[in-house]
């Protein structure tokens, strides 16, 4: 080709799309990449362990970091709760009209006031949800649960949340009981107020005393010498896990209306504060300017964070976060790398919006 001459028109607009096949995978690679750096160093500044799973859904780009092993979900299983609710609500199994009577068994320590209502109580299954996704209520959560039943709930768990990972979602009191039995088997014997009253005691070796003297056992028989022993040792046996891939999963199949209907999606959108800002967390570092659905999980060491940014229109261009953190407190040092987490989104993926 003479080098004088300018190149016909054909030839410049088959350079130009060449090259824009080219940067299309380089721009995909640019904000993941760069994502993926930041996380890394909030790691490195955090105490424990980080993982988060990051995917837009407008074209499938997704970030990874420690989000295919278990992590534990503490609150944040209380989604697959509402989901699995809803679906027996659109088989006409349960109504949301439906009135559930709160029982001694019910009843958990945690967020939320209803464990301190009378035996007998009645609340509507809508208001029950409501509860146990704004205010985190554990005990709404166990009626909700023993209403579902544990075995259908874990059957759909399993396929919205994927096998790996996953164990069984359990209620609230076996996990009390299940940490706890760490200390001594007696702990089986406490009755629910037992536990609820044993909470009023601060998470440490002042817990860990009121419940070897509730229990009436001699320290010499305990199995473990503090309430961080007991903690660790139920961890490692993988109730109420799942990988942060497979809870995103479940987010994209939620927000694309694969899960429930029309109806359900809007109900369950409002009880997931999409219509509120609160500036915790992940979302203290997300511009005011987007919409999030979303549920927190914290327990002793543990605590999560999940998802949707701009979950409407069908996710078209939403942005589902899983991310949960171990072996760090679980209030402020977590609460500090979810936002940092939050701002590394923003300023890598949200600069348009």
């Known amino acids: 080709m003479n080098p004088f001459v300018s190149p016909r028109p054909a030839s410049c607009l088959a350079l130009l ?46 970030m990874r970091f420690e989000a295919d092993r278990p ?35 019910d009843k958990v320590d945690g967020s939320g006031a209803v464990v301190w209502q ?21 005990t709404a ?5 023993r209403t579902i039943g544990e075995d259908t709930l874990n059957d759909y768990a399993r396929d919205y949340l994927g096998r790996k990972g996953f164990e069984k979602i359990t209620d609230f009191t076996a996990v009390r009981y299940d940490v706890y039995a760490e200390i001594h088997t007696d702990a ?6 037992d536990l609820v009253r044993a909470a009023a005691a601060p998470l440490g070796p002042k817990r860990f005393d009121t419940l070897v003297r509730t229990m009436g056992v001699d320290k010499a028989a305990v199995r473990v010498k503090t309430i961080d022993e007991a903690y660790a040792r139920y961890y490692a046996k993988g109730a109420n896990t799942a990988t942060l891939e497979g ?33 915790y967390r992940l979302e203290a570092g997300l511009p005011r300017t987007v919409k999030f659905i979303h549920k927190t999980g ?38 500090r790398a979810f936002e940092q987490i939050g701002r590394a989104i923003t300023q890598t993926m949200l600069t348009e919006r």
């Open 17 to 62: 799309l060449t090259s824009l096949a080219w940067l299309a995978p380089a721009h995909a690679a640019d904000w993941s990449d760069a994502l993926k750096a930041r996380v890394a160093q909030i790691d490195q500044a955090t105490p424990g362990q980080l993982g988060v799973y990051v995917k837009r859904l407008d074209n499938g780009e997704t």
């Open 141 to 145: 959560a166990n009626m909700l649960i």
């Open 188 to 193: 089986r014997k406490l009755s629910n107020m």
């Open 118 to 138: 009378k035996n007998g109580t009645s609340y509507t299954v809508d208001s029950l949800l409501k509860r146990m996704l704004m205010d985190s209520d554990n």
């Open 71 to 105: 992590w534990y979900l503490a609150s944040s299983a209380k989604l697959p709760v509402a989901i699995a609710l809803l679906q027996e609500v659109e088989k006409n199994k349960i109504k949301l009209s439906d009135k559930l009577v709160l029982k001694e068994t």
């Open 247 to 279: 809870y995103g999963g479940m987010l994209e199949q939620l927000v694309r209306g694969k899960l429930l209907s029309a109806e359900h999606m809007k109900l369950l959108y409002t009880d997931l504060k999409f219509d509120t800002y609160d500036a």
């Open 298 to 335: 914290t327990q002793m060491h543990r605590a999560c964070h999940m998802g949707v940014i701009d979950p409407q229109d069908g996710g078209r261009a939403a942005i589902v976060v899983a991310t949960c953190a171990e072996g760090l407190d679980e209030h402020a040092e977590a609460g």
